[in-house]
């Protein structure tokens, strides 16, 4: 008996929260109960199954949760590294610079040292803005579609072309 139990729980555990709210659905349909307290029976077997699913959903959301977690802190801890080792790269071409800039030469450029140092195209060290000419500003135009009035107005009822009113159902309780 102790061991049908089991496997009628293994058995339940393999079952999808769809499949289980399907035979809800059916139940009252099931020509092999005859009466209504079979069917009533049968009801709270799925109900109490269903309700196992549902807590089991739960806690595994809540894993998956912990998982993203930990996993952020470590792209956060990886992005800082990344930084620090960007960082560690720009001090050796300041230092490769600042030698070049006291000795006046970098060592013979072989295949083993391909360093050289070179003038960038330049750019533009903007000391005081306010002083600059107003004709080196240029205007800059954008439009932004304001989707917050053409939700309001889809909700009282309005047709907009190219859009639509979407309704979506959600879950709440998890994040």
């Not at 960007?86 to 070049?100: S, T």
């Not at 030469?105 to 600059?132: C, M, Q, R, Y």
Request: proline fraction near 2%; avoid cysteine; glycine fraction near 6%.
């Amino acid at each position: 008996m102790e061991y049908e139990s089991k496997a009628k729980k293994k058995e339940h555990m393999k079952r999808s929260i769809l499949d289980i709210a399907s035979d809800l659905a059916l139940v009252r349909h099931d020509v092999q109960l005859t009466s209504e307290e079979d069917v009533m029976q049968r009801v709270d077997e799925l109900y109490v199954e269903l309700h196992r699913k549902e807590d089991g959903i739960y806690w595994f959301y809540r894993n998956v949760e912990g998982q993203i977690s930990i996993f952020r802190e470590q792209i956060d801890k990886l992005t800082k590294y990344v930084k620090t080792l960007k960082n560690a790269q720009e001090r050796i071409k300041g230092l490769v610079i600042g030698a070049h800039q006291t000795i006046g030469e970098l060592p013979e450029h072989t295949e083993f040292n391909p360093l050289k140092v070179s003038k960038s195209a330049g750019a533009v060290d903007v000391i005081e803005e306010d002083l600059i000419p107003e004709e080196y500003y240029i205007e800059v135009i954008t439009t932004k579609l304001d989707k917050k009035r053409i939700l309001e107005e889809l909700k009282e009822g309005a047709s907009i072309p190219g859009v639509r009113l979407v309704q979506k159902e959600y879950v709440r309780g998890l994040k």
